[in-house]
């Protein structure tokens, strides 16, 4: 056997050395700080760190925020919300024509406009389209509930017929649900607009995967709970966006989501609640503070079973002033949103002006002592257990709870997951109960159609419309009907401002917290904004 | 030993059967409302909508009929359509499935072998100072939340020295590998991608240690305890006596014996941990089984419930199988015994 010279290295050193070696180069290959590695390309995708809470990505089923900004961004609508969220402006429709009775729209198609396979967008497709919205009775279904008919006069110009006089069918036909869709294409694929498409209709999995609009971007790919890829649609009638592609990814936490701007790992992040955004500190990103529609309420529901005493008019009128509105916004958001006087959102028509709601516990107490509860009574307040728009619900709860110990009402508080809390106020219905609210379109209708006291809407069911002293729902639904009629901006503002004020007498929904919304986005980037249709409208960001 | 395999191998789809039975009637009567993630909370109150999503979905059936429709349907390896991803549950299964095994192993390794590096430290000098670090340092990974020790992992090497990714299993911005397999470091590798396998690489270490410091808290003082046992049996003082090196007797002939109870805990914890570790993928935008689990939950998705559920149980049987036959592989009295 050879022997080793004792001036070679042993065995075991030079395997030691090597190993060590090899260790180093991988730990400087892996632990690499990430600048030097990667940095993000300007020329990549814009990544948006959002709780995703997609039900569907088809624009007839589809129903939630992250849908609004999907959809926005990939299906083109008739007719779109401008920046300052108040102007119907043109979008697949170049112009149009309403009747004197509002009931009859006519739109003109401008001809430039062709879906991302290059085919034109015809009055076939929209009629199609919307058609198709109405009959699958998805989510957003109700946006059509007063559909007539549609008429595709020439492959340019179409007609539109409401049962019923409806001044905010224009807003309505620039939410996001109601984009037009490439029905030849859709057609093929499983999907149709017949009356039976609620059940006949098997297109749903066929959206997941593809799309077929006229919007500024198509979808890539999409992985629930993970990721929703837009690419840039080359075939872009309009401005093309600024950005090649868009990362919509799932993050669920509002401190990942601000770790993630901090890195560059996100540009955008969507959720980071006021609280969040005080505490980090990112040089090169832009917190901007907005106010948002999205607002979260008190209900009061006479009608239910349970109610400890009957929620009479003085009762209510009681809780309403016992309630510490402005105490409620700096304890749950820090100082960062705004009261808001009746349940359509300040900025909405019919809003302005409107008296803000007032503090007065001794007023409260009074009235408690002439309903017959000197000494208060004790009351449930259920909520869904969540944190929504920024605003912690539990919180809010006990300073509710605080507030009311303050007139006797003693509230014992119970929070419920939300597939219970909505499950309970309707069935067997919850006397004082915390719910939350964000718009689908830019109109007031749609609040009084879920909030006012009028026949057959869903808070007047649960209020006992009809049923309880004060509460005929008459009233409403004639002003109601007069706004939907209104020729003009100012008829429609005052009807809708009547509604509001009867809708603030009623003290039955009691708004508390109208929480701002945090921007967050990393100095590179710009033309985000909130938009109240359509959220966060993609195809006008840009990344130098 | 292959008697017993047998035997559980065909018990299995009985206690499959049972799983899916209680799962289904505790879905069924749980109060809530399902259809709020197919339609939307304010289309409740919308008659024709509910009755057409009821109709589209089965839900205006009865109880019994559902379960005999979902057994049938799971007899044919179906095992429906989730109320809120509208994907077959077994696809979405299938496609998460192998996010969390990748870190689940990975997890694993990291918890197994720290747990019983800090156990044979902590044994061999026992009531050192070295045996009280090595055992606070298990405690901390028992005790600390795991949200909180990914937030501050994330915050420590992700935003501020940026030694590794944040959340995801890859860039955000990269494009992702075919997938073939469902594990980004072997559909990496497929791909010939060696910077994307570095990537996810670099994406899984801190997960992985997060959630392997559990882990490793639970393995080590198992096994310390364990070995403190072993170590003071005759063969051991047998073994020293003989002049076996200090190292040898640790490993060869005191670990083997110690690590026989450790086996269970490590086969129940790697079950555990399929359906289980929902924090870690939560904060780290994990696609994984944990987080499709809460979603299902929370938004009451009947059949993705039932899904996740049966895919826990057999994790379970098959963990429980699987240890039975490393136990016994590992002691022999086990292997004469059965």
């Given at each position: 056997m050879a022997r080793r010279s004792r001036l070679a290295p042993s065995r075991s050193f030079a395997t030691s050395l090597a190993t060590s070696f090899a260790a180093s180069l991988l730990a400087s290959v892996f632990f690499l700080p990430l600048d030097v590695r990667s940095a993000p390309a300007a020329d990549g995708p814009l990544v948006v760190a959002r709780a995703m809470d997609v039900n569907s990505l088809d624009p007839a089923r589809a129903y939630c925020d992250t849908c609004q900004i999907y959809l926005s961004a990939v299906y083109a609508t008739l007719l779109t919300l401008a920046p300052d969220n108040q102007t119907i402006i043109p979008m697949l429709a170049k112009s149009w024509e309403v009747s004197p009775d509002v009931t009859t729209f006519t739109f003109h198609l401008d001809p430039a406009a062709t879906f991302s396979d290059g085919s034109p967008v015809t009055a076939q497709d929209v009629k199609w389209s919307l058609e198709r919205l109405k009959n699958i009775k998805g989510g957003p279904a109700y946006l059509m509930d007063s559909l007539k008919s549609i008429e595709a006069k020439d492959p340019a110009t179409v007609v539109i017929t409401t049962e019923t006089p409806n001044s905010e069918f224009l807003g309505i036909l620039a939410a996001p649900y109601t984009g037009i869709i490439n029905a030849k294409l859709a057609a093929a694929n499983g999907a149709n607009a017949n009356a039976d498409a609620a059940t006949s209709d098997a297109s749903d999995t066929w959206f997941l995967a593809h799309s077929a609009g006229a919007g500024p971007f198509v979808l890539e790919s999409y992985t629930a709970d993970d990721a929703l890829r837009l690419a840039r649609n080359d075939k872009y009638w309009g401005k093309k966006p600024g950005v090649p592609g868009v990362v919509l990814k799932q993050t669920a936490d509002a401190v990942t989501q601000a770790q993630m701007l901090q890195s560059g790992t996100a540009d955008i992040a969507m959720q980071i609640d006021p609280d969040t955004a005080k505490t980090v500190s990112v040089p090169d990103a832009t917190f901007k503070s907005v106010p948002s529609f999205n607002f979260v309420y008190a209900a009061i529901s006479p009608a239910a079973k349970g109610a400890p005493v009957p929620l009479t008019s003085d009762v209510r009128q009681a809780i309403a002033l016992a309630l510490d509105y402005k105490g409620a916004i700096d304890f749950t958001v820090g100082g960062e949103g705004k009261e808001q006087?009746?349940?359509?959102?300040?900025?909405?028509?019919?809003?302005?002006d409107l008296p803000a709601p007032v503090t007065n516990v001794e007023k409260a107490k009074e009235l408690l002592a002439k309903a017959g509860h000197p000494d208060g009574f004790a009351m449930e307040l259920e909520f869904p257990a969540m944190n929504v728009y920024g605003v912690d619900l539990s919180l809010l709860a006990q300073k509710v709870q605080q507030d009311l110990g303050k007139v006797g009402i003693k509230l014992s508080l119970k929070p419920v997951p939300f597939t219970v809390w909505i499950s309970d106020i309707n069935d067997p219905g919850t006397p004082f109960a915390l719910g939350f609210f964000a718009p689908d379109y830019f109109g007031s209708a749609q609040y009084v159609q879920y909030f006012g006291m009028l026949p057959d809407m869903p808070w007047a069911n649960r209020a006992g419309v009809g049923k309880q002293p004060g509460l005929d729902g008459k009233e409403q639904l004639a002003l109601y009907h007069k706004a939907l009629a209104a020729t003009d901006v100012p008829a429609q503002e005052a009807a809708y401002r009547d509604l509001a004020l009867k809708m603030i007498d009623d003290k039955i929904i009691l708004p508390l917290v109208s929480p701002n919304l945090i921007l967050a986005?990393?100095?590179?980037?710009?033309?985000?904004r909130y938009s109240a249709c359509c959220n966060l409208p993609l195809g006008e960001i840009e990344k130098k | 030993m292959l008697k017993v395999v047998v035997r559980r191998l065909l018990v299995m789809p009985f206690l499959l059967l049972g799983i899916v039975t209680a799962t289904f009637l505790l879905a069924q009567f749980t109060k809530g409302n399902p259809l709020v993630s197919i339609i939307g909370a304010r289309n409740l109150d919308n008659a024709e909508v509910v009755a057409a999503a009821k109709a589209r979905w089965g839900l205006d059936r009865s109880v019994p009929e559902r379960y005999a429709i979902y057994v049938w349907n799971l007899a044919h390896g179906d095992l429906g359509t989730s109320f809120r991803t509208k994907q077959p549950v077994l696809k979405d299964l299938a496609q998460r499935l192998p996010a969390t095994l990748e870190l689940v192993i990975c997890a694993m390794i990291v918890g197994a072998a720290g747990g019983i590096a800090l156990a044979i430290v902590s044994a061999e000098f026992q009531n050192s100072l070295a045996d009280h670090a090595a055992r606070l340092l298990a405690l901390m990974g028992s005790c600390l939340p795991v949200f909180w020790l990914g937030l501050i992992a994330l915050f420590l090497f992700s935003v501020q020295t940026r030694l590794l990714p944040g959340p995801g299993r890859l860039d955000i911005r990269a494009v992702a590998p075919p997938?073939?397999?469902?594990?980004m470091l072997v559909d990496t590798l497929l791909a010939g991608n060696v910077a994307g396998f570095i990537d996810a690489a670099r994406h899984l270490v801190l997960p992985s240690l997060v959630l392997g410091w559990s882990v490793m808290g639970i393995v080590a003082r198992m096994v310390r305890a364990s070995m403190l046992d072993v170590l003071g049996q005759d063969y051991i003082t047998m073994a020293r006596a003989k002049g076996a090196a200090r190292l040898r007797v640790l490993v060869h002939h005191a670990l083997a014996n110690a690590l026989i109870p450790a086996l269970t805990i490590l086969g129940f914890t790697f079950a555990y941990l399929i359906t289980g570790s929902v924090l870690v993928e939560t904060i780290f935008s994990w696609p994984g089984i944990g987080s499709y689990a809460v979603e299902a939950a929370r938004s009451l998705d009947y059949p993705a419930i039932t899904g996740v559920t049966i895919l826990g149980g057999l994790g379970f049987l098959i963990a429980n199988l699987i240890t039975d036959v490393a136990y016994a592989a590992a002691d022999p009295r086990m292997r004469e015994a059965t």
């Open positions: 006087s009746s349940a359509i959102p300040n900025g909405y028509p019919g809003t302005k986005y990393r100095n590179d980037v710009s033309g985000v | 997938t073939v397999t469902g594990f």
